[in-house]
């Protein structure tokens, strides 16, 4: 049982290939431990977005009741985890002039620049997730942490946009909401990620993260301590199973064990002449498959997922500067040599990531496929910070996360 003076908090992934809900406990000191843990398998998820919306209410129930059941705690509220390919992300710049010049800057003036930050013209229908603030700019003068106390005419800041379709937010959100639990905030996944695996040093010096899903790839990186620049591809380790179906001429289960049990994201020859026979449970004649085609095939598909990543981000001017490397997490970091190949095809260095500064399970911390859950459990601790300090004008400037939409 929880401690009196501790809180509870509670991170939900809905994803393609399983529903994960990790539980928290935040003590009177600030320290996170993850105290418990639930899966599901999940049916009504299609590329990280709800397709079936009484399946995934289902499927929701059974990780939040296993994840009750571990922790020994009633869960009443979650930090909900949400990707697709229809989120974007953008960096955008707000203004306000000081009146009169000869005057400091205060916390009026602070609040009005990052409120016109956020006036954004986004497309129809569409809704930020995150205004994450970046650096302010007093008179042109950049990467100014904190102006308070300055003077100059004009106060800028940086601030960086993730958002995508309000209604497709709302069908995860619905979901949770019809077991009676709380959505406090939604949480973009490729964020919650970076937060359980990067540590302060690593955002300052530049690091890539990459979650390889099942149905999408989410992307995130950090440079100089912020979020420079985010994004989602509509490719996930499903379809790197469809691509052995169809390359191997077996149905998606087999080739789903296959992936599992001999699939690698190299391409190496280490495995040349190999094959492994397919028992047939249908009576058909026994047959084998040649795993270093397989392998091939395998490698085909996750080098240009890691190919397309590297384009986005050239074209961005955002790879340069990336001097910690790259964090690889999600099931498809499972894939023996993952890590070299986006090495490779990146041009850095890259590791699975590994959850940093929380204590707990063991079992779901050094799990890739965990970070993202992992890393709501931690938004929600940023969330949960004492009343003085979110009144400070220096803490609250120096907060990452500038704002979070909650859609209600």
């Known amino acids: 049982m929880s401690d009196s003076s501790s809180l509870v908090l509670v991170g939900l992934e809905v994803g393609t290939s399983k529903v994960c809900a990790v539980v928290g406990e935040l003590n009177a000191e600030g320290g ?71 005057r400091g800057i205060n916390e009026a003036d602070a609040q009005a620049v990052v409120r016109n930050a956020k006036a954004i013209n986004l497309p129809a229908h569409h809704h930020p997730v995150h205004v994450v603030r970046q650096h302010f700019l007093v008179d042109g003068q950049d990467g100014v942490l904190n102006p308070a106390g300055m003077l100059g005419a004009q106060l800028e800041v940086d601030v960086h946009v993730v958002y995508g379709l309000y209604n497709r937010f709302q069908n995860p959100i619905r979901a949770v909401r019809a077991l009676q639990l709380d959505v406090p905030a939604i949480v973009f996944n490729g964020i919650a990620s970076a937060l359980a695996v990067l540590t302060p040093e690593d955002k300052e010096l530049g690091a890539l993260v990459i979650d390889l899903g099942a149905g999408v790839t989410d992307y995130v990186v950090y440079a100089g301590g912020i979020v420079r620049h985010t994004g989602v591809l509509a490719v996930g380790g499903d379809h790197v199973t469809n691509d052995l179906a169809c390359g191997l001429k077996v149905p998606m289960g087999r080739a789903e064990e296959l992936k599992i049990q001999h699939g690698s994201a190299l391409a190496d ?22 795993l270093e085609h397989l392998r091939r095939i395998m490698s085909v598909r996750l080098e240009e997922t890691f190919q397309i990543i590297a384009e986005e981000l050239d074209g961005a001017g955002a790879l340069q500067d990336l001097r910690a490397g790259v964090f690889l997490c999600g099931g498809g970091a499972r894939a023996p040599g993952i890590d070299k190949l986006a090495g490779r095809i990146l041009g850095l260095p890259a590791a699975i990531g590994r959850t940093q500064s929380i204590s707990g399970l063991v079992s779901a911390l050094d799990q890739p496929e965990f970070a993202t859950g992992i890393g709501l459990v931690k938004f929600g601790s940023f969330q949960q910070e004492p009343q003085r300090e979110r009144t400070s004008l220096s803490s609250r400037l120096r907060a990452t996360l500038a704002n979070v939409l909650q859609l209600s």
């Not at 209410?57 to 390919?85: K, P």
């Not at 020859?269 to 040649?290: A, D, I």
Request: hydrophobic share 40%; no cysteine; net charge positive.
């Open 32 to 102: 996170l431990s993850i105290i418990g843990l639930g899966q599901a398998r999940s049916r009504g998820v299609r590329k990280g977005e709800v397709v079936d919306a009484l399946a995934a209410t289902d499927d929701i129930r059974d990780a939040v009741a296993e994840a009750e059941q571990m922790a020994n705690v009633e869960v009443r509220a979650a930090y909900l985890g949400v990707t697709g390919a229809h989120i974007r992300g953008f960096n955008n710049r707000g203004r306000h002039n000081i009146v009169p010049h000869d």
């Open 269 to 290: 020859g280490s495995v040349k002449g190999q094959t492994v026979s397919l028992v047939n449970r249908h009576g058909f004649p026994e047959r084998s498959v040649n």
